[in-house]
T-cell receptor
Framework: GESVGLHLPTLSVQEGDNSIINCAYSNSASDYFIWYKQESGKGPQFIIDIRSNMDKRQGQRVTVLLNKTVKHLSLQIAATQPGDSAVYFCAEKASGTYKYIFGTGTRLKVLA | DGGITQSPKYLFRKEGQNVTLSCEQNLNHDAMYWYRQDPGQGLRLIYYSQIVNDFQKGDIAEGYSVSREKKESFPLTVTSAQKNPTAFYLC?????????????FGDGTRLSIL
């Protein structure tokens, strides 16, 4: 099976509860942030993004919060479902640069 | 459906052998990237390409080579000089190298040593 998720922090939540996954980013110049979901054996899938001129952005069942003061990003998933079980990681990027910097990820386990 | 196709899904390399991983996109993206994913680590950039016939080394380019002869294609060769090639390799693309857009990823190739 896919071994990408080994040694990752794990968040276990009951089905139907809300999940909060956190990410600390490293570059003060970063002004664009992305959350990805990666299922076992697959490539990362885009969930939601946010630019630094915003503090909060909402999608379908997901919300991203950005705190530039402490360089912190969070992903909130409402009413977590079994299909949400995956590894979630954040990415940051500074405008005008080519480089995306990726976090190591958090494994989300949804308990029935 | 538009997307990125990586092949093969699994690849085995013998010692001293070069192997090539395929990446094709039909998203009309200019920029393409190759990443290596190891357990417990964030994605690490191997090579990137802004445009056809141009590519640049990323953070861990040693032991790898690429070409960009067509906009749609960005193959990665893992050479025998790469002493620890066992990993999950991901190809990605975006519209422009410096645009703030999410990268689109393929479903990866898992490379193992025989």
């Amino acid at each position: 099976g896919e071994s990408v998720g080994l040694h990752l922090p794990t968040l276990s939540v009951q089905e139907g509860d809300n999940s909060i996954i956190n990410c600390a980013y490293s570059n003060s110049a970063s002004d664009y942030f992305i959350w990805y979901k990666q299922e076992s054996g697959k490539g990362p899938q885009f969930i939601i993004d946010i630019r630094s001129n915003m503090d909060k952005r909402q999608g379908q069942r997901v919300t991203v919060l950005l705190n530039k003061t402490v360089k912190h990003l969070s992903l909130q998933i409402a009413a977590t479902q079994p299909g949400d079980s995956a590894v979630y990681f954040c990415a940051e990027k500074a405008s005008g640069t080519y480089k995306y910097i990726f976090g190591t990820g958090t494994r989300l386990k949804v308990l029935a | 459906d538009g997307g990125i196709t990586q092949s093969p899904k699994y690849l085995f390399r013998k010692e001293g052998q070069n192997v090539t991983l395929s990446c094709e996109q039909n998203l009309n993206h200019d920029a393409m990237y190759w990443y290596r994913q190891d357990p417990g680590q964030g994605l690490r950039l191997i090579y990137y390409s802004q445009i056809v016939n141009d590519f640049q080394k990323g953070d861990i380019a040693e032991g790898y080579s690429v070409s960009r002869e067509k906009k749609e294609s960005f193959p990665l060769t893992v050479t025998s000089a790469q002493k620890n090639p066992t990993a999950f390799y991901l190809c990605a693309s975006t519209f422009g190298i410096d645009s703030n857009q999410p990268q689109h990823f393929g479903d990866g190739t898992r490379l193992s040593i025989l």
